[in-house]
Structure formats: C-alpha cells, structure tokens
C-alpha cells in the first residue's frame, strides 16, 4: 500500500489549501477504518490534526476546529483535508495515515498501518 499525498503551499495568512492523499494498493482492500492527517511544525512533536472513520465519523484537534474539514472518497480511497483561514501556526509537514485491511495471496487478511510521504504547508506571516 502507497500512500500519495499532495496540494501542500506557501500560502498567506488567512487563506486556504486543500490536501489530498490517494492509498493504491496492489490487490483489494477489505476496509479502511481510520483514515487521518497528522502535522508535525518545526522542532514539534508529530500531533494528529484530524480523523475520519469508514462511517463518516470525524475528530479534530481543538486548533483546527472549525477551519479545517475532513472528508473522504470511500470508492477511491482517498482523503482530504480542506484547510481554511490559515494561521502561521499551521506551518509544518502535513502527513496522511490511513490503516487498510488487504486480501493477502493466500486468502488471509492482512491489517498493517500506513503514512504517507508528507506535504509541505507553508502559512505566512
């Protein structure tokens, strides 16, 4: 399973992206629960920015309430996160995470954990 991240900017205070993060996979996914965003700034900690289940339930971080939205395209097994009224605090590396279940060659189900390369989200001051 890859996991391909992309729409990361230089972008100015108070203004807007959208990250997309496409999973492909060699063989079928059996479901994917958990499908999230996490952002680690310079000199932090990794920190979870936002979450969505296969159900459609999400969580968010209390920094980004009510400016960032997740959302997620089941079919294509993707997801976005659709980031408005950026901060400079939003600065940092932006990275997807998504936990697929897959058909392994023998039958088996196989559950593993996966994130994605990172995105650079620049917000200016």
């Known amino acids: 399973v890859q996991l391909q991240a992309s729409g990361g900017g230089l972008v100015q205070t108070g203004g807007s992206l959208r990250l997309s993060c496409a999973a492909s996979v060699t063989g079928k996914i059996i479901n994917m629960v958990t499908m999230a965003w996490y952002r680690q700034a310079p000199g932090k900690q990794r920190e979870l920015v936002a979450t969505m289940s296969n159900g459609g339930s999400s969580d968010y971080a209390d920094s980004v309430k009510g400016r960032f939205t997740i959302s997620r395209d089941n079919a294509k097994n993707t997801v976005y996160l659709q980031m408005n009224s950026l901060k400079p605090e939003d600065t940092g590396v932006y990275y997807c995470?998504?936990?697929?279940?897959?058909?392994?060659?023998?039958?088996?189900?196989?559950?593993?954990?996966?994130w994605g390369q990172g995105t650079l989200v620049t917000v200016s001051s």
């Open positions: 995470y998504a936990d697929p279940t897959t058909l392994g060659p023998f039958g088996e189900l196989v559950a593993a954990k996966y």
